[in-house]
């Protein structure tokens, strides 16, 4: 499965000792006197070399993989946030090592002392195609040979073809692409574009919402705890209940009424990280009448929904609605690298013609990237992920509820679609205790980030039927054991 590598983290001939142990023995006895500068780039350079080693694949000792593990800890704490070290389940539910992240394959994963983690969190959405899908990663080797980044200033082959078929695959008359690297830069470009083709300023959200963290993908948050601590954002975005078609007609009345210029509606097709929840089913046709009607454009954030996710290529063709700036992100680059982009239409996407600069990045959209991203689509097409997810979300959508009629004083709703799915608890502690057993037992899930109750369940869309069925198993395990208070 792990192609033997990380089985045998005892038995290497070539274990790393001196080079794992420099920063002890060498490092802190060997200060070069009278230049600290020096000194200290003499340490960096033996925790490159270091690092690099184990990079390539040196083999270590098992000493040395628990080690690397406490020593990873370490650097968390001190040097990337104290948290880590705490409420942390990869911490805290590990046993006696925390669990580093180290190899994984298709729909498994095993930390670096060889324990067997079976994804049920799909990276939060990026990996649709699994851990290290070999067409993807084939390309992206490829391309590495050949060129990763781009000048920016010759015509890029890849970003080129990535944005046709884009404009293929999309839905109605989307066509042009400006390709990114995360979801909330996709976010921000659709709201440049929004304002700058329609002159105005505002935008309509929805509670609940997630969009991203930069500054303006931030403004359209709809959870308090994300918002506070960074305000004031942008101070022309109203937020209405998803869901609610009605409610939106009436503060783009309002809007009009006071004369407060709207560019653009804003809504996930469905909210992900509020919980996997799917609006009525005629809230997005009817959102899209009312849009057209008001005169402001609909932006569908597709970063997570999109490329098969919610059993379909894109989650707004379950509705069979065209919306005029499409955001996709996450699952774009396979699951190998990064990649976002939004997408418009040729009317829209006119007012950056005049200057073709005015939004632009150094890396967005690289060779690499576009190399990962076609790939991505082809796998998505070759295996028919929305096909798959939506056969088996169905499948355990309905283990979900079976579990929910059983287990009914921990749990209080299964929901979601395709393979975007979600488990809510009665409580956010209950929630905890889940998570934390299930990855005790082998299985990683996680909590949504607007949403601690609600356990998010979001495997590679091409996860085997077997897996899904020893997922399944292993929460009714832990559910048995969190109802029978059992530690
Ligand atoms: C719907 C949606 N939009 C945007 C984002 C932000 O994407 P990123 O974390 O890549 O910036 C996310 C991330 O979860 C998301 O779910």
């Known amino acids: 499965m792990f192609n033997g590598q990380t089985q045998t983290v005892a038995t290497s001939p070539l274990g790393l000792r001196p080079v794992i142990d420099a920063k002890i023995s060498t490092l802190k006895t060997k200060p070069i006197e009278n230049d600290p500068q020096r000194s200290q780039h003499e340490e960096v350079r033996h925790e490159c070399r270091k690092w690099l080693d184990i990079i390539s694949g040196v083999m270590l000792e098992e000493r040395q993989h628990r080690r690397m593990i406490e020593e990873t800890l370490e650097n968390h704490v001190q040097f990337v946030n104290r948290q880590w070290g705490e409420a942390r389940k990869s911490v805290s539910a590990a046993g006696d090592y925390a669990c580093l992240e180290w190899m994984g394959q298709a729909s498994k994963f095993c930390d670096n002392l060889g324990r067997e983690y079976i994804d049920c969190l799909g990276g939060y959405g990026l990996y649709n195609a699994g851990i290290r899908h070999p067409k993807i990663v084939k390309a992206v080797a490829a391309q590495l040979q050949r060129n990763p980044l781009s000048s920016q200033e010759l015509l890029d082959p890849l970003r080129g073809a990535l944005s046709k078929i884009l404009a293929h695959i999309t839905p109605g008359d989307l066509q042009y692409s400006f390709l990114i690297n995360n979801g909330t830069d996709a976010v921000e470009g659709a709201m440049k574009l929004a304002r700058a083709y329609t002159g105005k300023h505002g935008f309509i959200s929805s509670l609940g919402a997630f969009h991203g963290k930069s500054l303006g993908s931030l403004s359209l948050m709809g959870k308090l705890r994300y918002r506070k601590a960074f305000e004031p954002l942008l101070p022309d975005v109203s937020f209405v209940e998803f869901g609610d078609e009605e409610e939106l007609e009436f503060e783009l009345q309002k809007a009009n009424k006071i004369g407060w210029p709207i560019a653009a509606v804003v809504l996930e097709p469905i909210q992900g990280e509020a919980g996997a929840i799917v609006p009525p089913n005629d809230y997005w046709p009817k959102v899209r009448e009312i849009c057209t009607q ?194």
Request: proline share 4%; glycine share 10%; with cysteine.
């Open 294 to 487: 008001y005169g402001v454009l609909l932006v569908a954030d597709e970063v997570q929904t999109g490329l098969g996710r919610t059993g379909k290529m894109f989650a707004v063709e379950h509705w069979n609605v065209k919306p005029d700036i499409m955001c996709l992100g996450k699952a774009l680059g396979g699951g190998v690298m990064p990649l976002a982009a939004f997408v418009s239409t040729a009317k829209i996407w006119s007012v950056f013609e005049k200057d073709p600069q005015v939004h632009s990045s150094t890396t967005g959209g690289n060779p690499l990237a576009c190399a990962a991203g076609i790939a991505a689509i082809m796998v998505t097409l070759e295996e028919d992920l929305p096909g798959q997810a939506a056969r088996k979300g169905a499948y355990m959508l309905a283990a979900m509820r079976n579990l929910q009629e059983r287990y009914g004083e921990l749990i209080s709703a299964a929901r979601g679609k395709g393979l975007l799915l979600g488990m809510q608890f009665k409580s956010a502690e209950i929630g905890w205790q889940i998570v934390s057993r299930l990855f005790r037992k082998g299985v990683l899930v996680a909590g949504t980030m607007s949403n601690s109750e609600t356990v998010r369940f979001e495997p590679a869309l091409n996860i085997p039927d077997v897996l899904i069925d020893e997922i399944l198993n292993r929460l009714e395990d832990t559910l048995r054991e969190v109802r029978e208070g059992r530690i």
